[in-house]
């Protein structure tokens, strides 16, 4: 018998070196978190890159990180140059607070989101299954099967695919939760430049003897 591990989804969480001093950086750019400006506008916390390096620094962990992420993925080889920066925004969530809504990231290929400050109990992140009834075979009927849970930390960085569902969990600690986060893309021009190789993705497999 051979089992094939079909329609798996990918997610790449990072934990960014020295993380401590970058969230300081960002944190002293006052107005980033203090809801006086909403970072929803196209290429907008990029935009801060020529005058604060913390956030110069954060893009190309982006990008750095995006190609890694792809990599293992697709097993094929890819560029920082054959991505690009969409939409990117500042996000913070006061204690008592939330935005409980099941999202996806259309016309996005990657979605990445970077936690500034977060602790135990700022709000889980939830990823939702696309293969909607996943669960009803497992042996525990008190467990949701098709939503995953994670618990982020400061410093980490979570890539995923656009398409999929998820939603953050409300703020029920006592500081600020901060994030980053921006959307990202694979170039038109470079999509499909693989056309007619002999290339084929690696997948998983497990034999059962």
Request: negative net charge; hydrophobic residues 35%.
């Amino acid at each position: 018998m051979q089992h094939l591990r079909l329609f798996p989804t990918n997610v790449g969480i990072f934990d960014v070196e020295d993380s401590e001093t970058l969230n300081k950086e960002l944190n002293e750019i006052s107005f980033l978190f203090d809801g006086s400006h909403k970072f929803i506008s196209r290429k907008s916390v990029w935009n801060l890159a020529p005058e604060y390096p913390a956030v110069e620094k954060l893009k190309n962990i982006f990008l750095d990180s995006v190609v890694e992420y792809a990599e293992n993925y697709y097993n094929y080889e890819y560029e920082k140059d054959y991505f690009y920066m969409t939409e990117s925004w500042a996000e913070y969530c006061d204690p008592g607070g939330y935005n409980f809504f099941p999202h996806n990231h259309r016309l996005t290929h990657v979605a990445a989101v970077y936690y500034v400050s977060v602790d135990d109990n700022t709000g889980d992140l939830d990823f939702i299954d696309p293969r909607g009834t996943l669960g009803f075979i497992g042996l525990n009927a008190q467990q949701s099967h098709n939503i995953f849970r994670f618990k982020p930390k400061n410093g980490q960085l979570i890539l995923f695919p656009g398409w999929m569902t998820h939603f953050a969990h409300p703020n029920k600690s006592t500081i600020t939760r901060k994030l980053i986060a921006a959307n990202i893309r694979l170039r038109d021009d470079v999509q499909f430049f693989t056309k007619g190789s002999t290339f084929i993705p690696n997948v998983s497999t497990l034999k059962i003897s």
